[in-house]
Nanobody, 126 residues
């Protein structure tokens, strides 16, 4: 069973930055597509970013393009999300997710992701 543990969340002012980390268990991390999702209070969970097995291919939600950056280090079983130029609308719980199914399509919806972390909270004040 794959376990994902997020860290790095916190309270920041608008314009600030955070770097979220997601540590994964197991030997198959490098075969997983990885994604980040977030959920604001009272809203549905939404896609934020995804990264391919090698880290070469990435996808971003329009709302975070140019501000967030996803990366991974397969030697450390870790995926990262760099959040820059934060705005209050970025507030929410951020979840790391893993898609273990081998595919050429990098998923930008929650369905294909089978493993999820418990989340880390990001709060952006104005």
């Amino acid at each position: 069973q794959v376990q994902l543990v997020e860290s790095g969340g916190g309270l920041v002012q608008a314009g600030g930055s955070l770097r979220l980390s997601c540590a994964a268990s197991g030997r198959a991390f490098s075969t997983y597509f990885m994604g980040w999702f977030r959920q604001a209070p009272g809203k549905e969970r939404e896609f934020v970013a995804a990264i391919s097995r090698s880290g070469v291919r990435t996808e971003y939600a329009d709302s975070v393009k140019g501000r967030f950056s996803i990366s991974r280090d397969n030697t450390k079983n870790t995926v990262y999300l760099q959040l820059n130029n934060l705005i209050p609308e970025d507030t929410g719980d951020y979840y790391c997710a893993a898609d273990p199914v081998l595919s050429t399509v990098l998923p930008t919806t929650a369905g294909p992701y089978e493993y999820w972390g418990q989340g880390t909270q990001v709060t952006v004040s104005s």
